[in-house]
């Protein structure tokens, strides 16, 4: 069964370039209306361009219908503002890809306070300030998909990119608490840890990946995890064409009492404390308590 969009409303952010427009001319060919939202600044997220207007020219000429914004995610009201025009152009917003993002690579040693904040307020509280601004559209509706774009960096680390990875595994986090807040009224999110060749990678890229490391060949993932029949909470890895799943998961671990509720106890028992055979992936984290309880009933 094909994958289609038709009357839908997607808003897509940072969609001037690199991975955004790959999935905003992914989703106007297969019939969705698309908000090109982007900035256009640099890679470290100074200056502007139209970046966001050349991206609905595409659009056009291929025949979908798309809007450019210019708003900055890290602006609440130019978000709202945003929303408010979509909403009075197409009657609703049904998506949105949490997508726009920045650069300010350095070792924590040498990172600026301001780099570090720079970074967190552009991916972590853009994406909030995106997700806030069609959130009560989407609860009105009965009917929402949100994606969120982490990164290998926030899942599991990478040298000099701190501020960024903090930013990114938030944005895994804040997926994880709305995806329970959004069931109620059809709202489903979920978290994308894409892997392609942009401007983003260019440094880090050798020439021969940019060919198979294609933005299109992250579009699928992102476009299904979107789609009408999307699972919800899910963490998904893309990357020239290779689907994965990536879980925050918890050991059955060990109860510890009277001279082992120590330290020492905690090192003696690391082993069976950290042994991954029967663990679990709780869906909220009241399972973590209940997890506890359990353990504590064992004796
Ligand atoms: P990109 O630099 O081509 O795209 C990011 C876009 O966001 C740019 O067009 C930029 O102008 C826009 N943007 C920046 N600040 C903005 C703001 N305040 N408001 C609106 N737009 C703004 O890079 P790429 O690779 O396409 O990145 C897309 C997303 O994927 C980012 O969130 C990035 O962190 C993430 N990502 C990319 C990976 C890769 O391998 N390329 C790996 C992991 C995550």
């Given at each position: 069964m094909s994958i289609r969009f038709d009357n839908r409303v997607a808003i897509v952010t940072g969609?001037?370039?690199g991975l955004g427009r790959a999935y905003a001319l992914e989703l106007a060919r297969r019939g969705a209306k698309v908000?090109?939202?982007?900035?256009?600044?640099?890679?470290?997220?100074?200056g502007h361009s139209d970046a966001a207007l050349k991206v609905v020219e595409e659009i056009r000429e291929a025949g979908g219908e798309a809007m450019s914004n210019g708003g900055s995610v890290t602006e609440y009201e130019q978000m709202e503002a945003m929303v408010a025009q979509a909403k009075e152009k197409w009657?609703?917003?049904h998506i949105l890809i949490n997508n726009a993002g920045v650069l300010r690579d350095k070792s924590f040693a040498k990172m600026a306070p301001e780099d570090f904040e720079f970074v967190v307020d552009v991916h972590l509280n853009g994406s909030a300030n995106c997700t806030k601004a069609v959130w009560e559209t989407m609860r009105e509706q009965n009917y929402g998909r949100i994606l969120m774009t982490a990164s290998s960096t926030g899942l599991f680390g990478n040298f000099g990119q701190a501020n960024y990875g903090a930013a990114k595994l938030g944005l895994a986090g804040l997926t994880k608490t709305l995806y329970l807040e959004g069931a109620k009224y059809n709202i489903k999110v979920n978290t994308l840890a894409p892997v392609a060749g942009t401007r983003m990678t260019e440094d880090i890229f050798p020439e021969a990946a940019f060919k198979l490391f294609t933005p299109e060949s992250v579009a699928p993932a992102a476009l299904y995890l979107v789609s009408e029949d999307a699972p919800s909470n899910a963490i998904v890895g893309a990357g020239a064409g290779v689907f994965q799943a990536a879980y925050v998961t918890l050991t059955p671990g060990v109860r510890l009492q009277g001279d082992e509720l120590t330290p020492e106890g905690v090192a003696d028992h690391w082993g069976e404390i950290t042994d991954?055979?029967?663990e679990i992936v709780p869906q909220s984290g009241g399972e973590q308590a209940q997890t506890i309880f359990a353990k504590l009933q064992d004796g």
């Open positions: 969609a001037g370039g908000v090109v939202n982007d900035l256009g600044g640099a890679r470290d997220g100074t009657g609703g917003v991954r055979t029967g």
